[in-house]
């Protein structure tokens, strides 16, 4: 059966979020679903195509994971603030309760804006676009940094965890020893801190907006001159995670360095997978960067946090979980 509530729902709050961006003079964009070349993100597998055409020769594509690789070159090429809400694709997702492989992404990116300026925006956009007002709207969000976060409910001292062996060591008081491979990296140690201790314990009664992310992660955010983190934040509804935001690396040595490095790392592990290995242009590095702050948000994610349900399969027509069925 089909809810077309949902479908109604959903229609609502998208022509919603239109206006909001459109009355603040942000132009709406339309960018390719296909692409030649992806960012190399080795955590995200992409689908691959593949263009034949007798004359001009064949060419592999594969289907983007966000519309971020040509929304950066329009604003490199003057387009001022835009927006747009497009299809995404991501392989090897699992069809669980906030996933599908193929899902609906809002991408905006505001000239002149910092990351910290973002919170305020999106906060205001979310409030003046919602269909409905659930619970978690009416309370003040929370905007709380990585370093807080950690010492509240893991009591780590992540400034002070700057070296793989101090965060072992806080990761083995933590009792997660038995489960870390002694080759393991910073990150992945970080993350098995976070996921288990920090994540879960977010407040689900209100939006948190989770800040200041560690150097180590490395992404094209830019860095504080000033402490190991980044111009970073994820924000959470209802502990699901919705929203990304970065105050946009324009240093285009580091962004050169961040591909080369990303593209090796994704070649190295997939060498012996048969995974998809995506091309990377390393001329997005020449692109003249402006000042600015990109946020992406899982719009079914929000669509559920906002209308009903535990999990975002009813609310599309065809989930990929529906076609297994067929």
């Known amino acids: 059966m089909f809810d077309f509530n949902s479908q109604k729902a959903r229609s609502e709050l998208f022509m919603n979020i239109r206006k909001y961006f459109i009355d603040r003079n942000y132009l709406e964009v339309f ?27 064949n060419l592999d594509l594969y289907m983007i994971p966000s519309p971020e690789i040509f929304m950066k070159e329009l604003i490199a090429n003057g387009s001022g603030s835009i927006f747009q809400i497009s299809q995404c694709f991501r392989n090897a997702e699992q069809l669980g309760d906030v996933h599908n492989p193929e899902f609906t992404m809002l991408e905006y990116y505001t000239m002149g804006m910092t990351d910290d300026d973002s919170i305020g925006l ?32 893991a009591k780590v001292d992540l400034l002070k965890c700057q070296d793989i062996n101090h ?22 140690t970080f993350n098995r801190i976070f996921l288990t201790f920090v994540e879960t314990e977010l407040p689900k009664d ?25 111009m970073r934040w994820e924000m959470y509804i209802k502990g699901i995670e919705v929203a ?34 995506s091309k990377a242009d390393l001329s997005f590095a020449d692109l003249d960067m402006p000042e600015c702050s990109g946020v992406a948000i899982g719009l079914d994610r929000l669509l559920l946090t906002e209308y009903k349900g535990e999990e975002i399969a009813p609310l599309l027509l ?3 979980s529906k076609m297994f069925k067929k």
Do not use: H
Not at 123 to 130: L, V, Y
């Open 244 to 277: 990304n935001c970065y105050t946009e690396e324009t240093d285009k040595e580091r962004i050169k360095n961040y591909y080369i490095e990303e593209q090796r790392r994704l070649e190295e592990e997939r060498a012996n997978t048969g995974d998809i290995i």
């Open 206 to 230: 209100r939006q948190v907006y989770l800040r200041d992310y560690p150097a180590q992660i490395d992404c094209l955010a830019k860095n504080y001159p000033d402490k190991p983190y980044k």
């Open 31 to 57: 960018t390719p679903t296909l692409s030649p070349s992806l960012i190399p993100e080795p955590t995200i597998k992409a689908f691959s195509s593949k263009f034949i055409n007798e004359f001009e020769g």
């Open 318 to 320: 065809f989930p990929m």
């Open 167 to 188: 965060l072992r060591r806080e990761a083995e008081r933590l009792g997660l020893s038995s489960s870390i491979p002694e080759d393991e990296s910073w990150e992945d």
């Open 122 to 153: 999106t906060i205001d956009m979310i409030e003046k676009t919602a269909i409905s007002k659930p619970d978690w709207l009416r309370e003040k969000p929370m905007i709380i940094t990585m370093e807080e976060a950690f010492w509240k409910y």
